[in-house]
């Protein structure tokens, strides 16, 4: 597990903050090169050319693609420090079951329709689905501590980094409040960002929500 390590970044990146928290949870070193996603360097290129995205993990100089594919590399890479997976096949595959379902719900079917529309009928649809997979999640955290339980794993760092967008998708939507509908899932975001893996991988709401603003210009929404 030695060797150098880098990761291809973007700072505003749901996705990139997964691969910085979980290098962090391990205290592994790390380069961070951070990409201009309209000008990307030939690095990002040649290290993902199938994709051209966001994050990529580079180890001892070989690429490593997909957000939760680099975490669970890291997972099993650094293994003196707490494991992100329980060691049994059946929660292991709960907890893939969950971070799969993050994944392809909270990111952009719910909200990339609520910044990337201006107010309307798509975007009051994408409230609803956002809000929809969110309750669900709410449902499955539960009252416990993290999604596994008393330890912080593999579920808590594929979804913690969408806290950091929840305030943009509220200014983004009208003003509507993600605690009053999801009030474990906001405490649960709270007590992640008090580690400092997560403190450190996560940027200011506030500095989210100025980013999607000026993406909502690029992309001439309203
Ligand atoms: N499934 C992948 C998604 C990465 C992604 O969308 N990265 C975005 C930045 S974050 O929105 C990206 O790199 N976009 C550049 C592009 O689409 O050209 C993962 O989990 O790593």
């Not at 997976?85 to 909270?106: N, V």
């Not at 952009?108 to 990337?116: C, E, P, S, Y």
């Not at 912080?152 to 594929?158: L, M, N």
Request: a negative charge; one cysteine or more.
């Amino acid at each position: 597990e030695n060797g150098k390590v880098v990761v291809l970044d973007f700072w505003a990146s749901p996705y990139a903050m997964r691969t910085k928290i979980a290098l962090r949870e391990k205290g592994v070193e790390f380069e961070v090169q951070e990409e201009d996603l309209w000008n990307k360097s030939e690095l990002l290129l040649k290290s993902n050319p199938v994709h051209e995205k966001v994050p990529v993990l580079i180890h001892n100089n070989i690429p490593i693609c997909e957000s939760l594919v680099q975490v669970q590399y890291i997972d099993e890479t650094w293994t003196e420090a707490a494991s992100f997976l329980p060691a049994d096949p059946q929660s292991r595959a709960t907890a893939r079951f969950w971070a799969d379902y993050a994944d392809k719900t909270i990111s952009f079917a719910g909200g990339r329709k609520i910044w990337g529309n201006k107010k309307g009928e798509e975007q009051d649809k994408g409230i609803e689905e956002f809000f929809e997979s969110l309750k669900v999640l709410e449902n499955e955290l539960g009252d416990k501590t993290y999604f596994g339980g008393e330890t912080f794993g593999y579920v808590d760092i594929a979804l913690v980094p969408f806290y950091s967008w929840f305030h943009a998708l509220e200014e983004c939507g009208g003003g509507f409040s993600v605690e009053a509908a999801c009030p474990k899932i906001v405490a649960w975001g709270k007590r992640c960002v008090e580690r400092k893996s997560v403190a450190d991988s996560l940027p200011e709401s506030e500095k989210v929500y100025q980013q999607v603003l000026k993406l909502r210009q690029i992309f001439n929404v309203e």
